[in-house]
């Protein structure tokens, strides 16, 4: 036995199921940064490349960020049952996660980290109640709102939209096991890596050494009923102005 991630070793006899890590966040949270960095300190941990129709943005690779296809063919991988989940995004671009994902990591004896949306989360924790989800916040609106203009990826009129979705997007928020206000960057990426972690340790069903209860003891700060108050906050300051009519 593998005693943190809790798989079995090649040889041995159960199939190793593979834990699941569901990351969800409002866009300019932060998320793609932090899960670069716990894909770097972590092991055995494969990011799921997912299929969308979008077209690739700046830098992005076939086969690297996404698998972009056609609409007929994603259509063709809907009709032929070979999606986990899938959902369409901004009311145009679909994307989804492959049934062959967990197959592969199954395979492999890896855990599988999904970088999905809100609606495909709920998707899969139906399926998969014991996977583990992560919701990461921005500590208010309006970090999030110059975290969007510095990043300088987007218009004015696109980064009003993506806030507007980040609220409904955080009212989501009590269907996660775990909430990450992403502030401090590196307590964050800690924070991260320590939920990682401490799961693997709670399925090692082995006692625990001082440094590993602290690592649990980080993660549990972050579990939804240790911060829902400050949750609520954050969400206060996504609320529209009265009268605005929004
Ligand atoms: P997402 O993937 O959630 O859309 P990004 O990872 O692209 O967000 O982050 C949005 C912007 O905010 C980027 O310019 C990134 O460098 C920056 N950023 C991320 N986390 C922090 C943080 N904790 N403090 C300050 N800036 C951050
Ligand atoms: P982007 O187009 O900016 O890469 O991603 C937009 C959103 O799509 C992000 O919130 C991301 O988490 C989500 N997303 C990426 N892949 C999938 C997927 O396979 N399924 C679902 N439901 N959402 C996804």
């Not at 996977?131 to 916040?137: K, R």
């Not at 208010?140 to 997007?169: F, S, Y």
Request: glycine share 6%; aromatic share 6%; charged share 30%.
């Amino acid at each position: 036995m593998n005693s943190e991630s809790g798989m079995t070793s090649p040889g041995t006899s159960a199939v190793h199921k593979p834990p699941v890590y569901i990351i969800s966040a409002p866009s300019g949270s932060g998320k793609s940064t932090l899960v670069a960095k716990l894909l770097q300190l972590v092991p055995n941990l494969d990011f799921s490349i997912s299929y969308t129709t979008r077209l690739p943005r700046g830098t992005e690779e076939n086969g690297k960020e996404y698998f972009f296809i056609s609409r007929d063919e994603f259509q063709r991988m809907i009709d032929a049952d070979e999606f986990l989940e899938h959902a369409v995004l901004y009311g145009i671009d679909f994307y989804g996660t492959a049934r062959t994902v967990l197959r592969e990591a199954e395979r492999k004896g890896r855990d599988v980290l999904l970088d999905i949306d809100v609606q495909g989360a709920k998707q899969i924790k139906q399926k998969l109640p014991e996977a583990v989800s992560i919701f990461i916040l921005p500590p208010d609106r309006k970090t999030l709102e110059w975290r969007l203009r510095h990043r300088g990826e987007d218009n004015d009129q696109v980064i009003q939209r993506r806030l507007v979705t980040a609220r409904r997007e955080i009212e989501n928020y009590d269907k996660y096991n775990y909430i990450l206000i992403n502030d401090d960057l590196q307590e964050s990426v800690e924070s991260l890596e320590a939920i990682v972690r401490a799961e693997r340790l709670s399925r090692s069903g082995r006692p625990l050494t001082d440094e590993e209860k602290g690592t649990v003891a980080l993660a549990d700060r972050c579990r939804l009923a240790n911060i829902r108050d400050r949750v609520r906050r954050i969400l206060d300051s996504f609320s529209p102005p009265e009268g605005s009519g929004a």
